[in-house]
């Protein structure tokens, strides 16, 4: 049981915009950034955007996130082929003094 | 380029040691603070463990603590996690990875190496 939920599976078409929801609570999420992670299959995981939209190197902008209260969102516009991945949100939690992960959601682009 | 390698993963019974190390390259390891995460085959991330630069500030996920313990060798540009007491429920890729500003932000991360606890 992850202590930040996510909806196991998300999907979309090529082109569309699909959202991916991460939900916490006042010890995580309502007081700390937070970062979502992909994970394209059999790789490891790849810091993708983090607090006010900020992305490494070589993220396109089609991947921006928000946040309100305890709960936080990644959207993807201009789907393509190539972001069907597991994608995670993450947040330090203040009452387990360390980062937490959400469960996962597997994105399929149909 | 930033790089980090882990090894020392492998096959261990219930209740033995491991050891595992990250070796990193590319950028001022002193620098930074490191994390410890682990994914179980099939399922999500976990958090297991961090360390600041200066090793001053570690923190345990309550599923490892009083059994694993991190460490690093600045000398050596290395981190370590010494796997103790080990259980089914570890059987996991551990990756290693830096971290960026908040201990929740990992900009980069090792290939992973398994640990497969079974006897």
């Known amino acids: 049981q992850s202590v930040l939920t996510q909806p196991p599976s998300a999907s979309g078409t090529p082109g569309q915009r699909v959202t991916i929801s991460c939900s916490g609570s006042?010890?995580?999420?309502?007081?700390?950034?937070v970062n979502w992670y992909q994970q394209l299959p059999g790789t490891a995981p790849k810091l993708l955007i983090y607090?006010?939209?900020q992305r490494p190197s070589g993220v396109p902008d089609r991947f921006s996130e928000s946040r309100s209260g305890t709960s936080a969102s990644l959207a993807i516009s201009g789907l393509q082929s190539e972001d069907e991945a597991d994608y995670y949100c993450a947040a330090w939690d203040d009452s387990l003094n360390g980062p937490v992960f959400g469960g996962g959601t597997k994105l399929t682009v149909l | 380029e930033v790089q980090l390698v882990e090894s020392g993963g492998g096959l261990v019974q219930p209740g033995g040691s491991l050891r595992l190390s990250c070796a990193a390259s590319?950028?001022?390891?002193?620098?930074?603070?490191m994390n410890w995460v682990r994914q179980a085959p099939g399922k999500g991330l976990e958090w297991v463990s961090y360390i600041s630069s200066s090793s001053r500030t570690i923190y345990y996920a309550n599923s490892v603590k009083g059994r694993f313990t991190i460490s690093r060798d600045n000398a050596k540009n290395s981190l370590y996690l010494q796997m103790n007491s080990l259980r089914g429920e570890d059987t996991a890729v551990y990756y290693c990875?830096?971290?960026?500003?908040?201990?929740?932000?990992?900009?980069?991360w090792g290939q992973g190496t398994l640990v497969t606890v079974s006897s």
């Open positions: 006042n010890s995580n999420i309502g007081s700390n950034t």
């Open positions: 590319g950028f001022t390891f002193s620098s930074f603070s």
């Open positions: 990875a830096r971290v960026l500003n908040s201990a929740a932000r990992n900009d980069y």
């Open positions: 607090t006010s939209n």
